[in-house]
T-cell receptor
């Protein structure tokens, strides 16, 4: 059965810290892995990764995929209180479906 | 509209009533998804539409759940004879098509069954 597992489940850090969020997956016919940030309501798209070793960056956020070891990491440097959110990863499963992990709840303290 | 719009944003109803949730996707997006997010849980896939057809209904949790999409645009998710375990946030997402495109989510409908 296809699955996505995220760790840690929750994390509390102070502003300025660097965090690494993990997402491991098992899926037949891997196509892509996606990261989303969910603050209060709608998850917002961060990155889509399809190839190993190519880092995607957006400001202080970056992500990389390892297709051999079946995982991805999301790094956030110099964290700010506005980074507090649930971070979700997901992968397509089968023809139409997407499987999401349960998310990592990040809280950044001032 | 600019983004995915869902209504109502909140719905409180009594057990046994029927509810209808609406999703208005981004214009031009042919793929539409419904998810359910319970407290502390990840997103649970419910159903996918490509245009007006739903080739995969396997995620619907019971036959009390149904969904339709008309005109390749607005979709409604209907829950009949609601139960307390149906309480959750129901999220809708759309994408240009289903082939490896990121999904854009609405703010969801928070459904509470008393």
């Amino acid at each position: 059965e296809d699955k996505v597992v995220q760790s840690p489940l929750s994390l509390v850090v102070h502003e300025g810290d660097t965090v690494t969020l993990n997402c491991s997956y098992e899926v037949t016919n891997f196509r892509s892995l996606l990261w989303y940030k969910q603050e209060k309501k709608a998850p917002t798209f961060l990155f889509m990764l399809t190839s190993s070793g190519i880092e995607k960056k957006s400001g202080r956020l970056s992500s990389i995929l390892d297709k051999k070891e079946l995982f991805s990491i999301l790094n956030i440097t110099a964290t700010q209180t506005g980074d507090s959110a649930i971070y979700l990863c997901a992968t397509p499963s089968g023809t139409y479906k997407y499987i999401f992990g349960t998310g990592t709840r990040l809280k950044v303290l001032a | 509209g600019a983004g995915v719009s869902q209504s109502p944003s909140n719905k409180v109803t009594e057990k046994g009533k029927d509810v209808e949730l609406r999703c208005d996707p981004i214009s031009g997006h042919t793929a539409l998804y419904w998810y359910r997010q319970s407290l502390g849980q990840g997103l649970e896939f419910l159903i996918y539409f490509q245009g007006n057809s739903a080739p995969d209904k396997s995620g619907l949790p019971s036959d009390r759940f149904s969904a339709e999409r008309t005109g390749g645009s607005v979709s409604t998710l209907t829950i009949q004879r609601t139960q307390q375990e149906d309480s959750a946030v129901y999220l809708c997402a759309s994408s240009l098509d289903r082939s490896n495109q990121p999904q854009h989510f609405g703010d969801g409908t928070r459904l509470s069954i008393l």
